[in-house]
C-alpha cells in the first residue's frame, strides 16, 4: 500500500523545512511513504527547499491558480503515482506529523474513505471568538448540506483512499474544504473524523489575511456550495416566503375592495404583484437549479470513470517534475515506474497461469 503525503505551497520556503521535518516516513499498514508538494506558482525558492528536503514529487503549477485548484492537481496527481492513500497537510506546519498514522488507520481498517482532522477549534487559542462561532456555523451548515457529521469541516489535515480521491470533483475556486465532504456526503464515500493535534502558529493565515475576510470569504463559499447542492431548497424556500409576503398585501387590497375601496389601496395591489411574481422567479430557479444539478451529477460519474480509464491507460500526471529521493538523487519511481492497473492485472493473470 502506498502513501503519498501532498502539501499545497504558496511561497512556503521559511516553513516548509519544519513541515517536512515531521513528517513519517514510515507508517503502519504502509509500504510505502511519498511526499509530494503542489507548488501553485510561487515566487520563492519553494521548489528547491522542498527537493532539499527530499520531497519525492513536484506538481508545479505555472501561475497562481488557488488553492482548490493545487489541492485538485495534487489528487490527480498522486492517483496517477499510484497512491493507495492520500493525505493532505498544510506547508505553515499547522498539524501535527506525527498524527499521520491515526489519520490514515480507519481507511487501512476498510471503515472509511475520507477521514477528516478534527482540530477541536475549542481549544485553539489563537482563534478569535468570531473565528470559532463562524467556524461552528459553517461546519453546522455543511453538516446539513452533505448529510454527515463532521465536526470541523474546514480542516486540512485529511486522508482519502483511493476510490474517495477518484469521486472528487471540486469547482469552487477558493476552498475545497466544505466542497468535498459535501460531495463526499452525496456519493459513494464513508466520512470518518479522528481528533489531531496542531502546531503553535507559524505565521498568518495566507488564505484569510483578516478575520473580516474568513468571515466573507467562507460565507459566500457557504452559501454557493449550498445552491448549487440544494437548489431545491434554497430557491424553492426563498418562493415561498416572497408567495407568502404577496398575500399581505392582496389581502390588504381584498378587504378594502370588499368594503368598497379598491382604488385607494392600488399600491397593496402593485407591490402584492411585484412579490408574486419574485416568488414566479425563485420557482423557476429552483427548476432551473434542479435540473443542473441533475447534469452535474452525471457530468460527475462521467468524469470519476475518465479517470479510471486514465489510470488504466498510464496517463502521466500533468505539471509533474519528479523529486529527489530522501538521500537526495533523483527520483527513479516516478509516474511510471508504478505498475499501472492493467499492467498489475497482466501479472496477476500471468501468476494465476503459471500456478
Ligand atoms: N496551491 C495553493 N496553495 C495555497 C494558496 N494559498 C495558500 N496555500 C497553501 O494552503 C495551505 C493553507 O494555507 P494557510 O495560509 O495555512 O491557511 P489556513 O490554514 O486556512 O489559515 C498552505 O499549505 C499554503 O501554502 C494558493 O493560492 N494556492
Ligand atoms: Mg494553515
Known amino acids: 500500500m502506498k502513501l503519498i503525503i501532498q502539501i499545497p505551497c504558496l511561497n512556503e520556503e521559511a516553513t516548509l523545512p519544519e513541515t517536512l521535518a515531521d513528517l513519517p516516513r514510515e507508517v503502519d499498514g504502509i509500504t510505502d511513504v511519498e511526499w509530494l508538494i ?22 508545479r503549477l505555472t501561475n497562481n491558480r488557488g488553492l482548490a485548484a493545487g489541492f485538485q492537481a495534487g489528487l490527480d ?32 481498517a476498510g471503515r472509511a474513505d475520507m477521514v477528516i482532522g478534527d482540530r477541536q477549534t475549542d481549544t485553539i487559542e489563537h482563534f478569535s471568538p468570531i ?47 466544505l466542497e468535498t465532504i459535501i460531495q463526499a456526503g452525496k456519493l459513494l464515500v464513508a466520512v470518518e473524523d479522528v481528533p489531531i493535534r496542531t502546531n503553535p502558529k507559524t505565521r498568518e493565515s495566507r488564505l484569510f489575511p483578516s478575520t473580516w475576510s474568513y468571515v466573507r470569504r467562507n460565507s459566500i463559499s457557504i452559501f454557493r456550495i449550498y445552491a448549487q447542492y440544494e437548489p431545491m431548497r434554497v430557491f424553492f424556500s426563498a418562493a415561498v416566503v416572497l408567495a407568502v409576503a404577496a398575500v399581505i398585501p392582496f389581502t390588504l387590497f381584498f378587504i378594502n375592495w370588499v368594503q368598497g375601496d379598491g382604488a385607494g389601496h392600488v399600491q397593496s395591489l402593485i407591490f402584492g404583484a411585484v412579490l408574486f ?79
Not at 503542489?38 to 506538481?59: C, M, P, Q, R
Not at 493507495?84 to 498544510?90: A, H, P, Q, S
Not at 463562524?134 to 451548515?141: N, R
Request: proline share 5%; aromatic share 4%; with cysteine.
Open 38 to 59: 503542489i507548488d501553485d506558482g510561487s515566487t520563492d525558492a519553494t521548489v528547491e527547499v522542498a527537493l532539499a528536503n527530499g520531497v519525492d514529487h513536484i506538481v
Open 77 to 108: 496527481a498522486c492517483l496517477k503515482l499510484g497512491a493507495d492513500v492520500i493525505v493532505n497537510t498544510d506547508a505553515d506546519n499547522q498539524y501535527y506529523g506525527a498524527d499521520i498514522p491515526k489519520l490514515v488507520e480507519p481507511i487501512i
Open 131 to 177: 473565528k470559532k462561532r463562524l467556524q461552528k456555523l459553517g461546519s453546522w451548515v455543511v453538516r446539513q448540506a452533505s448529510e454527515t457529521d463532521v465536526p470541523d469541516t474546514t480542516s486540512g489535515f485529511r486522508a482519502y483512499n483511493r476510490e474517495a480521491a477518484l469521486q472528487m470533483a471540486v469547482v469552487s475556486r477558493f476552498t475545497y474544504t
Open 277 to 355: 411574481n419574485a416568488a414566479v422567479v425563485m420557482g423557476a430557479l429552483a427548476v432551473i437549479g434542479d435540473l443542473m444539478h441533475a447534469q452535474r451529477i452525471m457530468s460527475q460519474r462521467i468524469f470519476e470513470r475518465v479517470r479510471r480509464v486514465e489510470l488504466e491507460l498510464g496517463v502521466p500526471p500533468s505539471h509533474y517534475e519528479p523529486g529527489a529521493t530522501p538521500t537526495g538523487q533523483a527520483a527513479t519511481t516516478g509516474a511510471h515506474s508504478a505498475p499501472s492497473p492493467s499492467e498489475h492485472r497482466a501479472q496477476l493473470q500471468q501468476e494465476e497461469a503459471s500456478r
